[in-house]
């Protein structure tokens, strides 16, 4: 932990564990702070036998110790907001005290959503595979300055601006038919947004700002992962927002001064949902084996997860991209019972070895070059002090290490709490 404010992010496509780990470290911090995405996210946490997963709602809520802000980079979908705080309620009935949401969020529209299905359904077959939850159109209307934002709702003329955003779709949309019925979800919407415009609404940038100022510890989350973000990712097979560190410079309204640690969680192996080059899958019996073991099937979508070799020159190109400072690798009790490990470490592009991520990773331009490394058979999912892992693995990580140039401090063995081993 460092001076300054620290964010957490993914270092893949998403589904990385970044959730049980702002759990895990929330004790440390004042200020837990969502800073991109909304509900394509689905950061899932387990303890005491329950497993919850969050979409909108930032990972520190289960903490009382800790302020958690939705910040401005957040899109929101008022309905799916409202059912994931009436499921905390019955557990946490004070979980509202202790939620912020910035008044510069954007929101999600029933017809940002047949939007999304609409441009979804025209691409036929390049299809992105996005989760339909309306992500894209809705910061399309923020770069397009034709946005609704939380605090809109609190103005006098908020409908109005609702109904001449909902024209302006409509129109786009001509004959698409909404593939739900949209008379319910718009009433279910208004609902949601009257019960919104109740709760904390902020100026959290000057709230961060001040956190900041008084010396308190803010963790900023990340949602998505590193390669779907909307510059650095596989384009166009990617998320519509920065899922990289400079996010969360611009969606909290944080300097990039005030960074202090940038911590990037990372699986043992890849996964990916959706469409999208992704050079180490593993499209075979092993592939599913880990799916399988790993419950590698989509917490907001439940689409199964495309699984895959762990990919050093992608990994690489993440630390570089967001700074990384500390590296945690989960979810290596999957791994257990392989005899071998491959790690891709260079690829073989347009008939040249090279170690970097280049600007294509399509199929047929990039062919992954292994290096074959020890697996380990013990069920790691017991083990409770670091020194007890098996020789292989600690091998495993400091191939990781040695190839990144950056300590893995943290071991994940399973999804709750405690199946956490701390190297560092
Ligand atoms: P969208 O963000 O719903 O537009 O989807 C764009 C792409 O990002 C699709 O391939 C999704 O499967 C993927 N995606 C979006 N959110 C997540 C996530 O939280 N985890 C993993 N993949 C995601």
Sequence with gaps: MSQGADILLGLQWGDEGKGKIVDVLT?????????????NAGHTLEFNGIKHVLHTIPSGIFHENALNIIGNGVVMDPIIFCKEIDKLLDMEPKCLDRLVISRKAHLILPTHRMLDAASEAAKGKNKIGSTLKGIGPTYMDKTGRNGLRIGDCELPDFMTRYEALKKKHLELLGDFEAPFDFTEAEA?????VD???????ADTDVLIQETYKSGKKILAEGAQGTL???DFGTYPFVTSSTTTAAGACTGLGLAP????EVIGIFKAYCTRVGSGPFPTELDNDLGQAIRDKGHEYGSTTGRPRRTGWLDLPALRYAVEVNGVTQLMMMKADVLSGLKELEVCTAYEYRGETI???PYSLEEDLITPIYTTLSGWDEDLTGVTDVKNLPTSLEAYTRFIEQETGVPVVLISVGPDREQTLWRA
């Design 228 to 230: 779907l973000d909307v």
């Design 27 to 39: 004790r440390k911090y004042d200020v837990v702070a969502r800073f991109q995405g909304g509900p």
């Design 195 to 201: 019960r919104l415009r109740a709760m904390q609404l």
């Design 188 to 192: 279910q919407w208004m609902k949601a």
């Design 355 to 357: 170690t970097h991520l």
């Design 257 to 260: 001064n005030r960074i202090g």
